[in-house]
């Protein structure tokens, strides 16, 4: 008797058989897959459209808004530019650099910049800056534009 225990603890119990589906079972569900995953098919039958000419106001803007109307491009005229149309209202003199604000802008030695006077652009560089004045160039002359002291 204690064999017949010894024996029967040894005997692994019989894996439970695996469940199969029909394979009817198994189309079905590929075919409720494959229908899922296809888009159907939408068909639009009034497009709309927003079609406006370029007098009229674009809906987007706000209330009381009036564009800048812009003529040309970034090319340079020729013509003077008056000391008038700079604005030095800072500058700043350091051992290795210099910085100045034209026009609320912060500029330093060298840099480049474009001026809009009216509907022409004028390029213009900063040649030097010192103690109470800033230099500007443009092509071969030079603006000598002061410092503004209130």
Do not use: C
């Amino acid at each position: 008797m204690t064999a017949a225990v010894m024996f029967a603890a040894d005997e692994k119990p019989a894996a439970a058989p695996a469940k199969t589906k029909p394979a009817e079972q198994t189309a079905a569900a590929e075919d409720k897959n494959k229908a899922s995953e296809e888009p159907s098919a939408i068909v639009v039958k009034n497009k709309s459209s927003f079609d406006v000419d370029a007098a009229t106001r674009n809906p987007f803007w706000p209330l009381g808004f009036k564009p800048k109307a812009r003529i040309g491009g970034a090319g340079d005229a020729d013509g003077e530019v008056p000391p008038s149309a700079f604005l030095v209202s800072t500058i700043t003199l350091d051992t290795t650099t210099r910085f100045a604000i034209i026009n609320g802008k912060t500029m330093f030695e060298g840099q480049q910049f474009g001026l809009q006077v009216g509907t022409q652009i004028y390029q213009v560089s900063v040649k030097r800056i010192e103690d109470g004045r800033v230099i500007l160039s443009r092509h071969d002359e030079e603006i000598v534009v002061p410092l503004r002291r209130k």
